[in-house]
């Protein structure tokens, strides 16, 4: 039994190895040769087919740097059909970069199988470049498929500086995709492979966008249109209305969905569609339905007033619309669809505010819109000085203090409050004219009074700072024969000082013969038949100065016991000066001399002024140091107290064609009424008075003061 068992086994053993002897194989074999011929314009690859039974329908080889010969990156050589085993070779080429190693294989094709021999290496050392002979077709658009004719095709697919991507390709044709990153209008198209390039010879041209049609073709801002076309860039793609950029909302290479822009105004415009660098126009317009204004009544007014706006394309209901005269919002009162009710706002501060209407995000067109010129119809006080208080009245005001200036003469005064109907001002500090016209202007509208405010005080001039390059400090100031003197030095150690004339009708210095002494505070002088006499702190010297020759002399001295504060008065031929001590002295033309006087009143003067045969002394009172007025006769040699209700502050007096003035170092201003032997107070200085730089010409009705450099003049009979 066992010996049947073990024969069966042989048995089968036998059958089974003589049916796989006897198997044929579906699929050919082929093997990989090494590469010979190794030069500079290529190589020469070879195979072997050692088994076929089928029909062989293609063979060749494929090549790669990479030794994991990816098929979807490798280099191929296609030879075609073949009758049966045996060895083939080809010469390539193309695709073989010069010292690069390069990983290949031979491969056979049947209908059924693909079947590749082992894999070989070789060193490369270069091969022929590409060429381009031409391409298919001339103009595409994105994402077509063009197709290359040339020779020795490897490498890389440019279109201008876009590389494009590869759909199939071998030695003699290439067909790729236009890359979506070529935007240009035109350009080459290059093969780059180891250093080397080809171009074509033509451009190959990108298709212009076309628009077919869009609908619909009116709308306003938030619509929606739908343009329908062709070679629309699916990434770089743009529409506009009037240049205002449309939000896309879909977009294919044949239609986009758009969002109407805001900010257009209303009437037809023009839809433009851009599509990578290259644009186009609709031939059709859209019309844009924004609002508009046809008409404004009325055409002017002012703040407050109701006005009607007419048009069309107004939000109907409220809230919708927002009206605006030049940006500053407007109150609405009633609105519909094609007509809105307004107040003018009192915010306006142009006089020419241009009106617009908001609806939806839309601007309408502009329409210009005229302030009415303010009305003064009164102001108050009518004489003025610097820092006055005006009230002005009338109407038609901006009821905002910044759209108002009220100048004085042209000079803009300080608006303290506005209303519609009222303006409170304060007067500049610089006053040039002693009549002043009024000028009101609101939100830039300007109105004018008949009336001209008045001021007796008036800047006329600029003292001269310098001579030279040295500040001028003014020392002395001296009236004779209707004229002004100034004595001032730059250095107060010198031995003579500048010695200048005002003259009134030019407003200016004119520079004569300087003063021949030391430029020390505490000048005196007064005026005798033509002839200055001037001394000076703290010398006894008396200087005569003739304004006919324009020349000084040593005329005398005085002498008296201290060296205090001097001051000079003149009445017609007659001079005086007067001290701190309670002494004065007479000039006595007749025999030209100095005369001490002994009957002066228990009074240190300060200060005074003269009037023909009068002198006004001011000073303290020796027992109680009271401020106090005395009047001297010169005819009669008395004194007379006139004190009345002098203010009992210290200050300065000057008088004016027979009327006294006193002055407080504050500036407050008093007029002497010897009618009733009483002191009124008037308008107040324009500046505060740290010293007396104040000198009057009676004669002329006016008086001049300095205030550091600047000069005043003022006349009481404004």
């Known amino acids: 039994?066992?010996?049947?068992?073990?024969?069966?086994?042989?048995?089968?053993?036998?059958?089974?190895?003589?049916?796989?002897?006897?198997?044929?194989?579906?699929?050919?074999?082929?093997?990989?040769?090494?590469?010979?011929?190794?030069?500079?314009?290529?190589?020469?690859?070879?195979?072997?087919?050692?088994?076929?039974?089928?029909?062989?329908?293609?063979?060749?080889?494929?090549?790669?740097?990479?030794?994991?010969?990816?098929?979807?990156?490798?280099?191929?050589?296609?030879?075609?059909?073949?009758?049966?085993?045996?060895?083939?070779?080809?010469?390539?080429?193309?695709?073989?970069?010069?010292?690069?190693?390069?990983?290949?294989?031979?491969?056979?094709?049947?209908?059924?199988?693909?079947?590749?021999?082992?894999?070989?290496?070789?060193?490369?050392?270069?091969?022929?470049?590409?060429?381009?002979?031409?391409?298919?077709?001339?103009?595409?658009?994105?994402?077509?498929?063009?197709?290359?004719?040339?020779?020795?095709?490897?490498?890389?697919?440019?279109?201008?500086?876009?590389?494009?991507?590869?759909?199939?390709?071998?030695?003699?044709?290439?067909?790729?995709?236009?890359?979506?990153?070529?935007?240009?209008?035109?350009?080459?198209?290059?093969?780059?492979?180891?250093?080397?390039?080809?171009?074509?010879?033509?451009?190959?041209?990108?298709?212009?966008?076309?628009?077919?049609?869009?609908?619909?073709?009116?709308?306003?801002?938030?619509?929606?249109?739908?343009?329908?076309?062709?070679?629309?860039?699916?990434?770089?793609?743009?529409?506009?209305?009037?240049?205002?950029?449309?939000?896309?909302?879909?977009?294919?290479?044949?239609?986009?969905?758009?969002?109407?822009?805001?900010?257009?105004?209303?009437?037809?415009v023009n839809l433009k569609v851009s599509s990578g660098q290259q644009s186009v126009t609709a031939s059709e317009t859209f019309y844009y339905e924004a609002p508009v204004i046809s008409e404004i009544i009325p055409s002017e007014g002012t703040y407050g007033d109701l006005i009607t706006i007419k048009g069309n394309h107004f939000g109907s209901l409220a809230g919708e619309s927002i009206v605006k005269f030049e940006g500053e919002v407007a109150e609405i009162i009633t609105v519909t669809s094609s007509e809105i009710k307004v107040k003018v706002p009192e915010t306006v501060g142009v006089p020419a505010p241009k009106i617009t209407i908001s609806y939806n995000q839309q601007i309408s067109n502009e329409r210009e819109f005229s302030l009415l010129p303010p009305i003064i119809t009164s102001f108050t006080p009518e004489s003025v000085t610097t820092n006055t208080e005006v009230v002005i009245t009338g109407s038609r005001f901006s009821p905002v203090l910044e759209n108002n200036n009220v100048n004085f003469g042209g000079v803009s005064g300080e608006i303290v409050s506005v209303s519609s109907t009222e303006i409170r001002v304060l007067v500049p500090d610089s006053i040039a004219s002693h009549e002043l016209e009024l000028e009101v202007l609101s939100s830039g509208v300007s109105a004018t009074t008949n009336a001209k405010i008045k001021s007796p005080w008036k800047l006329i001039s600029i003292f001269p700072y310098s001579d030279g390059n040295q500040p001028l400090v003014r020392k002395h100031y001296i009236v004779a024969n209707n004229k002004l003197f100034v004595i001032a030095t730059s250095n107060p150690n010198a031995a003579a000082a500048n010695f200048y004339e005002f003259i009134p009708t030019s407003n200016s210095f004119q520079r004569k013969s300087d003063f021949p002494a030391y430029g020390t505070s505490w000048h005196w002088s007064c005026f005798v038949n033509d002839k200055l006499y001037v001394g000076y702190f703290p010398f006894r010297e008396v200087y005569e100065y003739s304004l006919v020759s324009d020349t000084w002399r040593l005329h005398s001295e005085i002498i008296f016991g201290t060296g205090n504060f001097k001051f000079g008065l003149s009445s017609f031929n007659d001079g005086f000066m007067f001290n701190y001590d309670m002494e004065y002295w007479k000039y006595d033309l007749s025999i030209d001399s100095w005369i001490k006087k002994d009957n002066l009143p228990e009074l240190y003067p300060n200060n005074g002024f003269a009037f023909n045969e009068q002198l006004f002394v001011f000073g303290n009172a020796s027992l109680d140091n009271s401020f106090q007025m005395w009047e001297y006769n010169v005819t009669a040699d008395t004194w007379s107290f006139i004190n009345g209700d002098l203010p009992s502050e210290s200050g300065v007096v000057f008088g004016l064609d027979n009327r006294g003035f006193f002055s407080t170092m504050n500036g407050d201003l008093y007029e002497y009424k010897p009618s009733i032997n009483s002191w009124e107070q008037g308008l107040n200085f324009p500046f505060i008075l740290y010293e007396a730089p104040l000198i009057s010409i009676h004669q002329s009705s006016k008086a001049y003061f300095f205030n550091n450099n600047d000069v005043w003049e003022f006349d009481p009979n404004y």
């Open 1 to 268: 039994m066992r010996s049947i068992l073990v024969g069966i086994v042989f048995i089968l053993t036998l059958f089974t190895c003589t049916q796989e002897e006897i198997t044929s194989r579906a699929y050919p074999r082929v093997r990989t040769s090494e590469v010979v011929n190794i030069g500079n314009t290529g190589s020469v690859f070879r195979g072997e087919i050692t088994f076929a039974s089928s029909e062989i329908i293609d063979h060749g080889f494929i090549w790669s740097a990479n030794q994991s010969l990816d098929l979807n990156k490798v280099e191929k050589i296609r030879l075609g059909p073949k009758s049966g085993p045996g060895v083939f070779e080809s010469e390539v080429g193309f695709g073989l970069a010069q010292g690069v190693k390069y990983y290949f294989k031979a491969f056979v094709q049947s209908d059924t199988h693909i079947v590749y021999g082992e894999i070989l290496e070789f060193v490369s050392l270069g091969s022929l470049a590409p060429i381009i002979d031409d391409f298919n077709p001339k103009e595409a658009s994105w994402n077509d498929t063009l197709t290359l004719i040339g020779r020795n095709f490897s490498g890389v697919v440019k279109f201008g500086d876009t590389e494009a991507e590869i759909m199939e390709h071998n030695d003699k044709v290439i067909k790729v995709k236009v890359p979506l990153g070529y935007v240009q209008p035109e350009g080459f198209i290059s093969i780059l492979f180891s250093g080397n390039t080809s171009s074509s010879k033509d451009k190959f041209k990108i298709k212009t966008p076309v628009i077919n049609e869009f609908t619909p073709n009116h709308g306003k801002f938030g619509d929606q249109v739908t343009i329908i076309g062709n070679y629309f860039h699916p990434l770089q793609l743009a529409v506009s209305f009037n240049e205002i950029s449309a939000e896309i909302l879909t977009r294919t290479a044949t239609q986009i969905l758009c969002k109407i822009p805001s900010g257009l105004s209303s009437g037809m």
